[in-house]
């Protein structure tokens, strides 16, 4: 895909912000493409993680809000741990993925990604940590597909990746306060 950037996009902030925000120097990558050859999510990536630095070094707020691929990131720190400029990619995703949350960006080719994500998340503050079943069960009654994926499930099952109950052993006070006070970091975070 080819893109016009224009000055004032190059001009725009987004660079300050993130570089503020999440404290990475993102105007030290020299895209050398390290991070996206070591993405295990590259695969199903609209703009590979490389190219999501880039643009944001040009300025392109907009795009890179609306990609889906800030949310397809699991991170899982490959990026960060590969870059030879040391800059965590992974943190960058997660401002990102904050930022786009706050100004109500969604992804621009496939909505169900954020309601993957608003659901996950629901499941870890709700039950500790993540409970499969109750995320499965609820991703497909949001999205409308009720029965997808549930020809896996019994195999998923006997080869232990789902448990039928949610863990146990968590303090569940302890996780609601830490997404409380995330939150409310969040609605600081959320005009600047
Ligand atoms: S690995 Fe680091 S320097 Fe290389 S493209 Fe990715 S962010 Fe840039
Ligand atoms: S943290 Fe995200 S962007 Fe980085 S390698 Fe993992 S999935 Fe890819």
């Known amino acids: 895909m ?6 004032d996009v190059i001009k725009a902030p987004i660079q300050d912000i993130l570089e503020r925000g999440s404290g990475q120097k993102v105007r030290r990558c020299y895209q050398c493409g390290k991070c996206s050859a070591g993405c295990p999510m590259s695969f199903k990536m ?5 190219q999501i630095i880039r643009m944001i070094q040009l300025g392109m707020e ?7 691929t800030i949310w397809l990131c699991a991170s899982c720190l490959a990026c960060t741990a590969r870059c030879p400029r040391e800059i965590d990619i992974a943190e960058i995703m997660d ?4 930022r786009a949350y706050l100004k109500r960006v969604k992804p621009k ?3 169900k990604v954020l ?10 503050e709700w039950f500790g940590r993540l409970y499969e079943i109750a995320l499965i069960g609820m991703f497909n009654m949001f999205s409308l597909e009720f029965f997808k994926d549930f020809s896996i499930a019994p195999k998923m099952f006997l080869m232990r990746k789902i448990g039928l109950f949610p863990a146990l052993k968590i303090n569940r006070k302890e996780i609601r306060e830490i ?9 600081d975070q959320k005009d600047k």
Request: overall charge positive.
């Open 109 to 111: 080719l496939d909505a």
């Open 115 to 124: 309601l993957f994500n608003k659901v996950f998340l629901w499941n870890v």
């Open 62 to 68: 907009k795009e890179v809000l609306s990609s889906q």
């Open 179 to 187: 997404f409380k006070r995330s939150h409310k970091v969040g609605l």
């Open 46 to 50: 609209e703009h590979l993680p490389n």
């Open 95 to 98: 401002f990102l993925r904050r």
């Open 2 to 7: 080819k893109w016009f950037v224009s000055q």
